[in-house]
């Protein structure tokens, strides 16, 4: 079985927009460094699950952590 912070990584929801991200250059800056690391997370966090399936005999091509 996973570890429950692996499974908490997947499971991560994406950040919602705070501020008037279309109109003001900082809120959006903040708004894409957030998405950034959420999808660097969540992208992590599945190349660790697909590890963790081959060690249980999956077959799958996954990419280098």
């Known amino acids: 079985m996973p ?5 908490e990584k997947l499971t991560t929801p994406k950040p ?4 008037d991200i279309v109109n003001d250059d900082t809120a959006a800056a903040t708004y ?5 690391t959420w999808g660097d997370t ?9 590890g963790w399936l081959n060690s249980i005999g999956g077959k799958f ?3 280098k952590p």
């Open 3 to 7: 570890q429950a912070a692996l499974v």
């Open 16 to 19: 919602k927009p705070e501020g």
């Open 32 to 36: 894409s460094a957030q998405i950034e």
């Open 42 to 50: 969540v992208y992590a966090a599945g190349v660790a699950m697909c």
């Open 61 to 63: 091509d996954c990419p």
